[in-house]
């Protein structure tokens, strides 16, 4: 099919609200956001403690959370697959070729990516902050919070970074969900499917919504970021 043709009927399929395609999307923001979700608590505590204090092998914990940043997808969906998998030691949760599973993965792709923009984004803070925190008396906990709101705009990139990496990842998602039709085919097993059988619409159509899911994300960031600037500019 021509490009010119196969991009009319994508934008058919999008505006005609076919069913099958909109539950790809659905499938795929809800696993995405989930497993988001339940990662960023754990990983930007984990970022701002490796930032924030000094421990034997802290710089090994960090060497490999940010060498877990380059690990292929793939290659976290086959270490799911083996301990999802009937004789693995998590064979009994029966989440492999469910959503549950890929959202396992969805998770531990997210990890790392927190991780290393929470750190980078807390060692940057001006280390005053927490030093009048704790000056006036502030708990750990509420300089913590303190630090956090400060850098509030490179946690917020690290969201959306960790957001970008686990919608657009294939690999994992493949391994551990399985492609399968209404239940575990996600964006990008989608187009990877479709691809392969030379049916062109339906990718480019799925291909348009990571594009504009992609482009809204990152807008609304300089959106915020603009008014922070702006509000300190008033000041």
Known sequence: ???????????GL???????????????LKTSLTGLALATPPAVLAGYALASYRFPGRRLVIWLAQAALSLPTVLIGLLLYLLLSRHGP???????????GIVAG?????LPVLVAFTLAAVQGADPRFAETAIAHGATGWRVMTTLLHEVRFGVMAALISGFGRVISEVGCAMMVGGNIAGETRTVTTAIALETSKGEFAQGIALGL???????LLNGVLVLLQGDAHGARSRQ
């Open 14 to 28: 999008l505006f005609s609200g076919d069913a099958t395609l909109w539950c790809i999307i659905w499938i795929t």
């Open 90 to 100: 998590w064979g009994r949760l029966h989440w492999l070729f469910s959503q549950q």
């Open 106 to 110: 969805q998770f531990v792709v997210a």
């Open 209 to 215: 919504v990571l594009v504009a899911v992609s482009l």
């Open 1 to 11: 099919m021509p490009l010119q043709d196969a991009t009319g009927a994508a934008f």
